[in-house]
């Protein structure tokens, strides 16, 4: 969408830098309720092969629970329809 307040969730498809940490919880805080936040592959997830950098800020992610994680990277889309769509059968 083109913007957050449209939206009705994140999707987070990558490790969350501390450059870009200010930004996710903005993007978050503009998003209207119900809001759900969406973790896709291993380095938004765990942080994958950045998990020990020290440029990663998982602050965010220790704040905030998480409606949805989808594996794979790169993930199937499949995956990911098959995911949002067991997510909303769950929010019902």
Do not use: W
Not at 32 to 41: A, D, N, R, T, W
Not at 48 to 73: C, K, Q, W
Not at 75 to 90: E, F, M, Q, S, Y
């Amino acid at each position: 969408v083109a913007s957050p307040r449209h939206a009705d969730g994140i999707v987070i498809t990558g490790p969350i830098t501390k450059n870009m940490a200010e930004a996710v919880q903005l993007c978050y805080d503009a998003t209207p309720e119900p809001k759900i936040i969406v973790l896709v592959g291993p380095d938004a997830i765990s942080g994958g092969i950045f998990a020990d950098s020290p440029a990663i800020d998982r602050s965010f992610l220790e704040t905030h629970s998480v409606d949805l994680y989808i594996p794979g990277n790169p993930a199937h889309p499949l995956t990911i329809i098959n995911g949002l769509l067991d997510l909303t059968r769950k929010l019902k």
